[in-house]
């Protein structure tokens, strides 16, 4: 069973400290038996998503109409089982030029509006931050909670972060926790890979017409007897 595991450096730099943890994660990954790649982004002309979908929700879809090299990554994210993301803390936040290529991601987020499924729904992911300064975690929350929201399964222990102007290399918890984020997306891309799973369902609310009214009964219930026994009636 082929594994596909894509690094994403989110760093101007490919030689700085999110690319050495970066390529630390992906030879973990190897390890595991995963086939990986490497893709420095600003190689790669982005440009901001323009919001299609705030004038018509079904006009974001995959192929996006914006002309430029994000057409590549497309296709490397599409063959890909899993990613890694790794950046710089860029003001608590992830670089201009990842967020760009984030953002963009949204047409195959938004398919599930178009074709009832999110196109990278089910792929994992791994995250990534290194900086002088504080926000690494607010970085990570952040893409933790944005690729959730794209459908994509986040492992355990598949973070990693470290505070530092000089060679991160030299920070032994910072490596090994980035070659576990290689370790666990492999291992949970293997699992994921047996099963043909279907994680957000679309119609699921159509057989559950009796525990929605359940719900209501007991939420009213509940809001009730707090009337009756509040001190402040």
């Avoid at 420095?40 to 440009?47: E, F, H, R, S």
């Avoid at 290529?101 to 196109?119: A, H, K, P, Q, S």
């Avoid at 002088?132 to 459908?151: E, K, R, V, W």
């Avoid at 057989?207 to 509940?222: G, I, P, Q, S, T």
Wanted: proline share 3%.
């Amino acid at each position: 069973m082929e594994v596909r595991i894509l690094g994403i450096n989110g760093s101007p730099r490919n030689y700085g400290n999110s690319y050495k943890l970066l390529s630390v994660a992906l030879k973990a990954a190897e390890k595991e038996g995963a086939k990986t790649d490497l893709v420095n982004l600003y190689d790669y002309k982005i440009n901001p998503c323009i919001g299609c979908l705030s004038d018509d929700l079904v006009k974001c879809k995959y192929p996006c109409i914006i002309e430029d090299e994000m057409k590549i990554l497309y296709e490397r994210v599409l063959r890909s089982d899993g990613l890694i993301i790794s950046s710089p803390v860029y003001w608590f936040g992830p670089s201009g030029h990842l967020k760009n290529f984030i953002d963009r991601l949204t047409v195959f987020e938004n398919m599930i509006y178009v074709e009832g499924r999110c196109w990278i729904e089910g792929k994992v992911v791994g995250l990534i931050a290194v900086g002088a300064d504080s926000g690494h975690i607010q970085l990570i929350s952040n893409l933790m909670a944005t690729f959730n929201s794209m459908g994509m399964v986040v492992p355990p222990w598949a973070l990693a972060y470290a505070t530092t102007s000089g060679d991160v290399l030299e920070i032994r918890n910072a490596v090994l926790d980035a070659a576990n984020v290689g370790r666990s997306v492999a291992i949970m891309t293997k699992i994921l890979k047996k099963g043909n799973i279907v994680w957000y369902d679309s119609n699921l609310l159509d057989n559950m017409e009796d525990e929605l009214k359940r719900v209501k009964r007991e939420a009213w219930k509940n809001k009730r007897e707090k009337v009756k026994t509040s001190p402040l009636r």
